[in-house]
């Protein structure tokens, strides 16, 4: 087959843990060297989250995004850089009072979710249209927000990569297109597996594959025990892949990951065996129109 495929190394994550995962990368020094050595695996984005080096928990702070960054673009000119702007979109009820919120809520305006992308400006940010439970918290993302959060990406000259964790998101996708809020052909990446979100499975993803907008440059991903077989699954129905430590800390059953290159490998044989290709950053700039 002629077409190539994009492989998107999801190296940290918010939510994934160095209990669950020993050789997570937390640091922007450690976070930094995992992502320049899965682009040389074979990984043409890599998709970045800032950690506390302290608590290991997402962050906000500017200061390590700019670090994280600075430390890939000067050993790695070519990959494409994608940064989050999952955090700040978490709301965990009081007991006593649900509408206040417990320690461990993160909810905070759109604005700041996105500074750090105005400030550094990547070739690629996600937006995430999921409302939904995971966990103990609720994730929010409410309709004006996003609206303020993608004039903002634009504005600052970045690709919105669309996470849609269920068939509702997508819903509110087309509505955003509609009213010329999303700028067509999208990008989109389908989130599967997550507890209470779409179910990881070969017809989930056929069908929001078949509801996507003409045009949109796709791909799928699957957490847990689910990576890899929905990594070939994307690329059976013709779309791009992610993996990494955010999504899966295992190799295979049993064996934890390495590091998020020793993923990026096993993904890139398996797409070998399957007759693709993957592409390189160049081809993945063409495919996703970005500019170099």
């Known amino acids: 087959m002629g077409r190539k495929t994009i492989l998107t190394a999801a190296i940290t994550g918010n939510l994934m843990t160095p209990e669950i995962s020993p050789h997570l990368p937390v640091t922007p020094e450690q976070i930094a060297q995992q992502a320049l050595d899965a682009a040389a695996a074979g990984a043409a984005i890599v998709h970045l989250h800032a950690r506390d080096p302290e608590t290991a928990k997402g962050s906000m702070r500017l200061d390590l995004y700019t670090e994280l960054v600075d430390r890939i673009r000067a050993k790695n000119t070519d990959v494409l850089i994608n940064l989050t702007t999952g955090e700040g979109g978490r709301f965990i009820p009081s007991d006593d009072d649900p509408k206040v919120a417990a320690e461990g809520s993160t909810l905070c305006l759109p604005e700041k979710r996105v500074a750090h992308v105005e400030a550094l400006k990547p070739d690629v940010c996600t937006l995430d249209f999921n409302t939904m439970w995971s966990g103990q918290a609720s994730v929010i993302n409410a309709p004006r927000n996003l609206e303020i959060m993608a004039k903002r990406i634009y504005a600052a000259g970045v690709k919105p990569e669309i996470e849609i964790f269920d068939s509702g998101d997508l819903h509110m996708v087309k509505d955003f297109v509609a009213r010329g809020v999303l700028k067509t052909p999208l990008m989109v990446q389908m989130v599967l597996g997550v507890r209470f979100g779409?179910?990881?499975?070969?017809?989930?993803?056929?069908?929001?594959?078949?509801?996507?907008?003409?045009?949109?440059?796709?791909?799928?991903?699957?957490?847990?025990?689910?990576?890899?077989?929905?990594?070939?699954?994307?690329?059976?129905?013709?779309?791009?892949?992610?993996?990494?430590?955010?999504?899966?800390?295992?190799?295979?059953?049993?064996?934890?990951?390495?590091?998020?290159?020793?993923?990026?490998?096993?993904?890139?044989?398996?797409?070998?065996?399957?007759?693709?290709?993957?592409?390189?950053?160049?081809?993945?700039?063409?495919?996703?129109?970005?500019a170099g």
């Open 198 to 290: 779409a179910v990881a499975n070969p017809e989930t993803m056929a069908y929001l594959v078949s509801q996507l907008p003409e045009g949109t440059e796709w791909a799928a991903f699957g957490i847990g025990r689910t990576a890899f077989p929905m990594l070939a699954q994307a690329w059976l129905l013709g779309g791009h892949i992610r993996i990494g430590m955010e999504d899966t800390a295992h190799i295979a059953k049993g064996q934890h990951c390495e590091s998020n290159a020793q993923l990026v490998e096993k993904a890139a044989r398996i797409i070998g065996d399957l007759g693709g290709e993957l592409a390189t950053p160049d081809e993945a700039r063409e495919i996703l129109r970005i």
